[in-house]
């Protein structure tokens, strides 16, 4: 469509003739009924989505519990990765970068995940020990810990690190690991 081009130029009507800026100003009301009608139509959608979610209610412990493991089941597969490459098992060691950026930005989601009252004295499908919220600094200084083991996990990779190498870098990010596990995580019942 010619008046179409005209628009899409980004060049101004001032060029155009009396049928041609009219032809224009059609194309933009046409084209504005139909772009307002989709953008309402978004609207309502994204509304109604918001309100089947409430209806669900949305943050509830012990949804959240199930994000979180969700979320650490995450950071356990991505590690696992990286421990085939370090083992030599597998030769994708252009991954690591990879899985240890994802590591990364899981472990500055740690403290979201933990809201007061989602332990496991009161929901039994939880690990997590009360001593989280008794000592909260402790437990984000445990969440600091791993955002700093990934993220030099993430410059061992990038550098061009062996698989030695980042077997190394593995042992420090597993204390991470267990720097917050031990404390903070009960054992399997
Ligand atoms: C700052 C604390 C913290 C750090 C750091 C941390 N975790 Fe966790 N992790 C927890 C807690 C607490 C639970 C128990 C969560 C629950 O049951 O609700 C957990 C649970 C898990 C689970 C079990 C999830 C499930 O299915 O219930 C895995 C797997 C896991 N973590 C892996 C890791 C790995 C691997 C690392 C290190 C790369 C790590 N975590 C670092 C606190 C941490």
């Keep these: 469509m010619a008046t179409r081009n005209l ?12 049928e041609e800026r009219k032809a224009v100003r059609i194309w933009l009301n046409d084209e504005g009924r139909k772009i307002m009608r989709k953008t309402m139509f978004a609207l309502i959608t994204s509304a109604t989505v918001a309100l089947s979610a409430q209806a669900m209610a949305v943050d509830e412990p012990a949804n959240i ?11 356990g597969g991505h590690t696992g990765a990286i421990v085939g490459v370090a083992k030599g098992e597998v030769s994708f060691i252009g991954h690591v970068a990879a899985h240890a950026r994802a590591i990364h930005d899981m472990s500055k989601l740690i403290p979201d995940l933990f809201p007061k009252g989602s332990d496991r004295a009161a929901f039994a499908e939880t690990r997590a020990l009360p001593d989280i919220w ?15 083991e990934s993220a030099r996990m993430i410059q061992v990779a990038e550098g ?15 204390k991470a690991c267990g720097g ?8 399997k019942k």
């Design 65 to 75: 519990i199930k994000y979180r493991q969700a979320v650490m089941k995450a950071i």
């Design 160 to 174: 061009g690190g062996d698989a030695a190498a980042i077997g190394a870098q593995l042992q420090n990010m597993g």
């Design 134 to 148: 008794a000592d909260w600094a402790k437990f984000e200084a445990a969440a600091r810990k791993l955002q700093e």
């Design 180 to 187: 917050c596990h031990k404390p903070f995580r009960a054992e």
């Design 7 to 18: 628009v899409d130029c980004g060049c101004t009507t001032g060029g155009m003739g009396l």
